[in-house]
């Protein structure tokens, strides 16, 4: 253990600069990402030793936090995470203000994260870390008051012994500062978390847990329709994968249509290293006019993309690119990659337009994810008969699909979707109301998820009953989806009979609601 004693670390820069860190322009989200970016690193530093430490090993960063009820404000926030640690030889430097790494090529590249960011939230903070592979946690205290009314230039380091094979870093902020997120916002911070690690999480990297939440990035929905001048065509999915290198500038990633127009979804996300730089959710995203268009324009309200740059430098709080001239002539050259006869994004997305179903579909859809949650309570039949529940294997579950459609409509082109939750036999089941455009049948039934416990009832737009009686109607949809899981729960009970499909539709009717 006596190598591994540290006395002190170094925070020279001038105490009256600590008092100054709280007045930077930053966010929440932001000055969280500085903790998970170190976290991040980490890890990416010594994969192969936590791997191999650990068969199941997954990097998690938690982040939670304790409300001051008088004013519903962060009086404590806690970051923690799993990953190496700071090691002995990195220990120092670490809390060092603007000291660069010897290697700034990864995410923690200007040395400052650490220390601005827990004084931006808290005028006290702790950071107790365990480095992997050595014996000692290693706690470092900073209090504002202290080092200002002291001119203190260096903090003593508290050394305790720890098992060689522990991992982890622990940073406290108390004493909270004017920047301390209120109890709600905590929503926003998680929905921009996400976008900003969207990558990470899309390729589980690692987990991110906020106030108890495990976070996930939502996927936009990519719209799936034949080339809006050769209507009669088959259907095209409007995602085009970019790799573009412009002299020392690349941009990887994609460029697509958005199924729906949202305004909170169109533009360009732009990443580095990893992670979202410009355009994490509710943070201003990139419209260049060569591939965005006018403002205002359909072009300019569908197009959107998430491209990794290399080669451009960031800002200090990693959340604007630099060099926007070269940035933009980037944007020029790549212009061509997306412009051409056979899939021509440009004119796609300007001259698509949904037609009345699909707008009538959209309608529904928002208005059942936009209503009270008491509207979509969980819908149970207390009573499931007597007979106990047929058990299916993997194989007679793939079957067991009521009108499963056949050929080229087995992936049916999805417009609109939405779930309703269902107990049955005290089992909740999420029905999934997919709306389609394809298929013989009106509706169908599509268990091959039951595993999951997931069933999906898919409805057939293009139907000629819609013709003869009218668009997708509230009325007609609750009917539709009440005979799906009527269907699923008699086929469930083992009472598949025609009766027991009208017994179960007469029960579950009285409480379904579109």
């Not at 949202?262 to 201003?284: K, Y």
Request: hydrophobic letters at 35%; a negative charge; proline letters at 3%.
């Amino acid at each position: 253990m006596s190598d591994n004693i540290i006395d002190t670390v170094s925070i020279t820069i001038g105490t009256t600069m600590y008092g100054r860190f709280e007045d930077l322009p930053n966010t929440t989200s932001h000055i969280l990402a500085e903790f998970i970016d170190n976290a991040l690193q980490s890890y990416r530093d010594n994969k192969t030793k936590l791997e191999n430490l650990e068969e199941d090993y997954k990097l998690k960063v938690t982040i939670d936090i304790d409300w001051d009820k008088a004013d519903n404000r962060a009086k404590t926030i806690v970051i923690t995470d799993n990953a190496a640690g700071i090691a002995k030889d990195k220990y120092v430097s670490a809390f060092m203000p603007a000291l660069t790494p010897e290697n700034n090529k990864g995410l923690n590249e200007f040395g400052m994260g650490l220390k601005t960011a827990a004084c931006w939230l808290g005028e006290s903070w702790t950071v107790k870390t365990k480095a992997l592979n050595e014996d000692v946690e290693r706690t470092v205290s900073f209090n504002l008051n202290e080092v200002i009314a002291n001119d203190l230039e260096e903090l003593p380091v508290e050394t305790s012994s720890k098992g060689i094979n522990e991992h982890y870093t622990i940073i406290t902020t108390t004493d909270s500062t004017k920047n301390v997120p209120a109890y709600k916002s905590i929503s926003k911070i998680k929905t921009e978390l996400a976008s900003i690690y969207r990558k990470s999480l899309r390729e589980k990297e690692m987990i991110i847990k906020v106030c108890g939440e495990e976070l996930a990035f939502e996927e936009y929905e990519i719209l799936t329709a034949p080339l809006n001048r050769t209507p009669n065509s088959p259907p095209i999915y409007w995602k085009k994968e970019i790799d573009f290198k412009f002299g020392k500038y690349r941009a990887k990633g994609f460029i697509g249509i958005l199924r729906d127009i949202n305004s909170t979804q169109n533009g360009f996300v732009l990443l580095r290293r990893g992670r979202v730089i410009v355009g994490a959710e509710t943070d201003g995203r990139y419209f260049p006019k060569c591939l965005s268009g006018s403002t205002g324009t359909f072009r300019y309200k569908r197009l959107f993309g998430e491209l990794e740059l290399d080669g451009f430098d960031v800002s200090f709080n990693k959340n604007d690119i630099q060099d926007k001239e070269n940035l933009d002539a980037l944007m020029e050259a790549l212009k061509g990659e997306i412009h051409t006869k056979e899939f021509d994004l440009y004119n796609q997305a300007e001259e698509y337009r949904l037609d009345d179903t699909r707008k009538h579909v959209k309608k529904i859809v928002t208005k059942y994810n936009s209503s009270p949650k008491d509207n979509r309570s969980i819908i149970s039949i207390d009573n499931f008969a007597n007979n106990e529940v047929v058990q299916s294997n993997t194989e007679s579950t793939k079957s067991e699909v009521a009108n499963e459609p056949t050929g080229t409509d087995l992936m049916p082109v999805v417009i609109g979707e939405y779930g309703a939750t269902y107990k049955i036999k005290d089992k909740n089941y999420t029905l999934k109301v997919q709306f389609v455009e394809s298929g013989n049948d009106l509706f169908w039934v599509d268990v091959r998820q039951k595993n999951e416990n997931i069933i999906i009832c898919q409805i057939n737009t293009k139907h000629i009953f819609f013709q003869y009686f009218g668009k997708p109607s509230e009325s007609n949809i609750a009917i539709l989806k009440t005979l799906a899981i009527a269907k699923f729960t008699a086929r469930e009970s083992g009472q598949d009979s025609a009766t027991d499909l009208f017994n179960f539709f007469n029960e579950y009717i009285k409480k379904t609601k579109v």
